[in-house]
DNA sequence: GACCAGGTAGCAA
DNA sequence: TTGCTACATGGT
């Protein structure tokens, strides 16, 4: 057993573990009070999940960061949570508007996370036309139906499956767990990233526009999700997903970035939030609305 | 019983 | 290219 503690104070302050984690963005941790996405701040519960073959845990708590783990995963932690950006220069970078500025005032601490690829883009394949709470719903059935049981501190938890693992299973079985018409997407998905045809290789290096173009190659994958994983995932910042929540605040609060077709909206929405970080607001944005602004 | 949810694939024009 | 439409499923 490996712990360790980060003072919030560390972090000039600005850590919302219960925000980043159930915002909306990541679907790879769970709760130990398994209330995850029930709309409540843990109380003393645990955040769960897997680095690698390793189970991670953490929880804030009296103005600090707690985690516990099979092994030294103080690094990972940092990562995953990327805490090593800076949010008050993030936050100051942001154009001057009402509604920006009430969702960081309301949100302070929530950063951006950083998780694994292949997680990340079978989750966003899951996320079509579903609840921030069913998606997480799914990403559970999937760990537990095909994922690697780890054993830690007499407690079992699942590694999310495999692209092997997930290319192995038929189309039944994966719409038994919930996943609809989904079902197809990520098993072909899987299918591809397992045999090498196309792979997180093929999208990481590009330019943005070119790296979201390239992740339409994998089947599920439009440029909505496109821009979940390379926010979310692989570290492109200026991405700003067009989803209906954002989609319904360009029209009432950014009516003017309003275009025709994703790309020219993207492109006008991504330059009103402030290019380089435009991903942080749209983030800060989503879940301000999505929790009743 | 509609309506909606972090949309996309497939097809017609 | 652009513009439909079908697609599963559970909650409100």
């Known amino acids: 057993m490996e712990r360790g503690t980060v003072p919030v104070d560390d972090l000039d302050g600005r850590l919302d573990l219960y925000a980043t984690i159930e915002s909306g963005q990541s679907y790879l941790w769970g709760r130990t009070d398994d209330r995850c996405y029930a709309g409540e701040r843990p109380d003393g519960a645990w955040y769960h999940t897997t680095v690698g073959g390793e189970v991670l845990l953490a929880r804030q708590r009296d103005g600090r960061l707690e985690w516990r783990a099979s092994a030294d995963l103080a690094d990972a932690l940092r990562g995953r949570l990327r805490l090593g950006d800076d949010l008050r220069a993030i936050e100051a970078d942001a154009p001057e508007d009402d509604l920006i500025r009430a969702a960081y005032d309301a949100h302070r601490g929530l950063r951006l996370v950083r998780d694994p690829f292949f997680p990340t883009l079978v989750a966003f394949i899951c996320s079509a036309q579903m609840r921030v709470g069913r998606i997480h719903g799914m990403q559970v059935a999937l760990r537990e139906a095909f994922g690697d049981p780890v054993e830690f501190d007499g407690d079992t938890y699942h590694r999310f499956p495999t692209p092997e693992a997930l290319a192995s299973t038929t189309e039944a079985e994966l719409r038994d767990l919930g996943l609809g018409y989904r079902a197809p997407y990520v098993r072909r998905t899987a299918e591809l990233v397992a ?38 995932s692989l570290g492109y910042l200026e991405a700003v997903p067009l989803d209906t929540w954002i989609r319904t605040a360009i029209e009432e609060h950014f009516p003017d970035c309003a275009r025709g077709n994703y790309e020219d909206t993207s492109r006008a929405i991504r330059e009103r939030f402030g290019g380089e970080y435009a991903g942080y607001v749209q983030t800060y944005v989503f879940h301000h609305l999505r929790t009743g602004a």
């Open 195 to 232: 045999s090498g045809e196309h792979t997180r290789a093929d999208v990481t290096g590009l330019p943005y526009e070119e790296a979201r173009e390239a992740l339409t190659g994998f089947v599920g994958v439009g440029e909505k999700v496109a821009d979940c994983v390379l926010l979310f």
